[in-house]
Antibody, heavy 122, light 106 residues
Framework: QITLKESGPTLVKPTQTLTLTCTFS??????????VGWIRQPPGKALEWLAL???????RYSPSLKSRLTITKDTSKNQVVLTMTNMDPVDTATYYC??????????????WGQGTMVTVSS | SYELTQPPSVSVSPGQTARITCSGD??????AYWYQQKSGQAPVLVIY???KRPSGIPERFSGSSSGTMATLTISGAQVEDEADYYC?????????FGGGTKLTVL
């Protein structure tokens, strides 16, 4: 059974750095064709793709947020970490991590975690 | 940056066919994926690679893609299909979601 769970602070102050951890089980991030991505959703709004790390440590970032995001993995711990710098109230959202499957042309989120709500406020 | 465009809302009566569209310039070359998100829940993949259905997804869900438009079709929509639906695709930098379509079945 594949599961993913997000963890991190529920409240951060403006200008702070957010660090979120995705802890997963049921698959290995060293398996070819596998990735873990992050997606967020502000309250009442649409999903927004943020970042993806591949099994081979290749990384992709949303162009609009690239300067603020860093994604890393610890294969031995079955964890993926997303950091987002210079947080702003508009970054208030539910943050999801998801197991992604990658073909030669695209990667897509398949199995999602439950999400974690992050509020940015002073 | 790459964009996918969906209608904000679609409404059908139970038993009718619901069609939700997603338009994007790269769709002739890239697959479309569809996610269902019910209130307060994480999204669930219902269609992948334009028209494939994951195991456990009812047969009434189908997908197609032609040119710059992908379509999610729910044949004989049920009350429990009421949800937000998002299309997803990729470009050279990563992934992108459409703005979402609220499906009302009543």
């Amino acid at each position: 059974q594949i599961t993913l769970k997000e963890s991190g602070p529920t409240l951060v102050k403006p200008t702070q750095t957010l660090t979120l951890t995705c802890t997963f089980s049921g698959f290995s991030l060293s398996t070819s064709g596998v990735g873990v991505g992050w997606i967020r959703q502000p309250p009442g709004k649409a999903l927004e793709w943020l970042a993806l790390i591949y099994w081979n440590d290749d990384k992709r970032y949303s162009p609009s947020l690239k300067s603020r995001l860093t994604i890393t993995k610890d294969t031995s711990k079955n964890q993926v970490v997303l950091t987002m710098t210079n947080m702003d109230p508009v970054d208030t959202a539910t943050y999801y991590c998801a197991l992604s499957y990658c073909s030669s042309t695209s990667c897509y989120p398949d199995i999602w975690g439950q999400g974690t709500m992050v509020t940015v406020s002073s | 940056s790459y964009e996918l465009t969906q209608p904000p809302s679609v409404s059908v009566s139970p038993g009718q066919t619901a069609r939700i569209t997603c338009s994007g310039d790269a769709l002739p070359k890239k697959y479309a994926y569809w996610y269902q998100q019910k209130s307060g829940q994480a999204p669930v993949l219902v269609i992948y690679e334009d028209s494939k259905r994951p195991s456990g997804i009812p047969e009434r869900f189908s997908g197609s893609s032609s040119g710059t438009m992908a379509t999610l079709t729910i044949s004989g929509a049920q009350v429990e299909d009421e949800a937000d639906y998002y299309c997803y695709s990729t470009d050279s930098t990563g992934g992108v979601f459409g703005g979402g379509t609220k499906l009302t079945v009543l």
